[in-house]
């Protein structure tokens, strides 16, 4: 049976730390969270960003907007935060409505509190391995995860499967970085199975259920970052837990695997925007 990456017990040893140094500050680092529309999903994640900011001692404010907003209101909200010298964090929460152009509103951040990592600069520094002010915080979250097991990278098959801008792409030049051998799988993908079954690290992020057992090599390590109510209403990931475990040395649990780690790595990102202004 596979051991489990527990992203919960890493969450709450990594952020009991935090908070211990967030005290020592005079000045409080500060973390704005700006959500339009009613996305179900995106309400409960930002909820948790609030409640763990609030945990961690980093002051935290969420700024809703109804669905129509007009993309010039959350562009001029942004600027206002961008010369606010109490706020050291801007995050927009994805996905905008669909009448807003994310890439305008998220440009419109300054990449000194682009919590994300989002912005065209410090992708930019992402991609030619120079440094950004910040990581993006699911693949920060997955790559703390392995490194706290003692997962090594380096010279390994890592199979990202999924290929957003949110995970897969910035995971697998991360994973790069890290001297990875990395293959990026996604939808037109050929015979995943086969692929998935050379991995030393499968890491999957499409949100379907898709990866069962019997593609995975013996031993290897799987994470799994999709998360959505199957037809049940039950939570589920991307990867067959049952069949998955029996095979895999490591495997990520959904939820309490990669979930708490982006939460985790909100955190320290909103630290480190704060600790590059003293
Ligand atoms: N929606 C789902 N994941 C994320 C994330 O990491 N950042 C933002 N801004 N929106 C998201």
Redesign the pocket.
């Known amino acids: 049976m596979a051991i489990i990456l527990d992203g919960k017990k890493l969450r709450d040893k990594i952020l009991d730390n935090l908070k211990d140094k967030v005290a020592s500050f005079q000045i409080k680092p500060k973390l704005v969270?700006i959500l339009a529309g009613e996305d179900s999903?995106?309400k409960i994640?930002v909820e948790n960003k609030r409640k763990f900011a609030h945990k961690t001692g980093i002051i935290s404010e969420v700024i809703n907007y109804s669905s129509d907003v007009k993309e010039s209101v959350l562009i001029d909200k942004i600027k206002e935060l961008n010369n606010d010298q109490s706020v050291h964090a801007i995050?927009?929460?994805?996905?905008l409505p669909s009448h807003i152009s994310k890439d305008k509103v998220?440009n419109a951040i300054t990449p000194e509190k682009d919590?994300?990592g989002?912005t065209p600069y410090n992708t930019s520094k992402l991609f030619s391995c120079d440094i950004p002010y910040v990581y993006?915080?699911?693949p920060k979250g997955i790559l703390l995860l392995l490194d706290e097991y003692g997962i090594d990278i380096e010279g390994k098959h890592a199979v990202v499967v999924g290929r957003s801008q949110?995970?897969g792409h910035p995971l697998a030049q991360m994973l790069l970085n890290r001297n990875a051998t990395v293959t990026v799988c996604h939808s037109h993908t050929k015979n995943l199975a086969q692929i998935t079954k050379t991995a030393d690290i499968i890491i999957s992020a499409v949100g379907k259920n898709i990866i069962k057992g019997e593609m995975l090599k013996s031993d290897c390590v799987v994470v799994d970052v999709g998360i959505f109510k199957d037809e049940s209403g039950k939570l589920s990931g991307d990867v067959d837990f049952d069949s998955s475990s029996k095979i895999a040395s490591y495997i990520s649990p959904v939820p309490g695997g990669v979930g708490p780690m982006?939460i985790t790595s909100?955190m320290l990102n909103t630290v480190e925007l704060f600790e590059k202004t003293l």
Do not use: G, H, R
């Open positions: 969270v999903a995106s994640y995050l927009v929460q994805l996905p998220i919590v994300d989002f993006p915080c699911t949110i995970v982006t909100l």
